[in-house]
């Protein structure tokens, strides 16, 4: 019985994952769900200067302000901070020890943080663009985000 219940628990998180691979491109969904890493100056969010907030791409989750949002050379749109709590890890893909930063609902891989930022935290959250949606300002309260329209004021 239990065997039947955990292939049944399974063949429900294959159906997810295919289900989510079909929502995504590919790009976003490796990025997100298989911790990618975009290429460098890749994604037009880079450069993108709009009013707004950024979304996980995955749940739709809020997590950065372009308030908070700067160019710090490095090609992936970076921020001083995010408007939502965001979950840590440890990542040592590289050689030595980085802080992975995920969604803190969908748990989405959506970059890194580093200590080297100009805010007054001195951190640089460093995000990959196809980790992320842009929400325009005019669309934030139709979208469902106009708790979020105080940023802006």
């Known amino acids: 019985m239990l065997f039947l219940i955990l292939t049944a628990s399974l063949a429900h998180a294959e159906t997810a994952a295919e289900a989510l691979k079909k929502r995504l491109t590919p790009e976003q969904y490796h990025v997100t769900q298989e911790d990618g890493t975009e290429r460098p100056f890749s994604h037009p969010y880079n ?6 907030i950024y979304v996980d791409v995955v749940t739709g989750e809020a997590l950065f302000s372009s308030k908070d949002k700067y160019d710090s050379g490095t090609g992936w749109p970076s921020f001083t901070k995010p408007i939502t709590p ?12 980085r802080k992975e930063i995920r969604s803190g609902k969908g748990d989405s891989h959506l970059g890194h943080v580093f200590d080297d930022g ?14 992320l949606r842009f929400v325009p300002k005019a669309r934030m309260k139709e979208e469902g985000y106009g708790a979020y329209l105080p940023l802006f004021n």
């Not at 965001?86 to 020890?97: A, E, Q």
């Not at 805010?119 to 663009?129: D, I, L």
């Open 47 to 52: 450069k993108l200067k709009d009013e707004g």
């Open 86 to 97: 965001l979950k840590t890890k440890i990542d040592m893909k590289l050689g030595g020890p």
């Open 118 to 131: 100009p805010g007054p935290g001195g951190q640089r959250f460093c995000v990959n663009g196809s980790a």
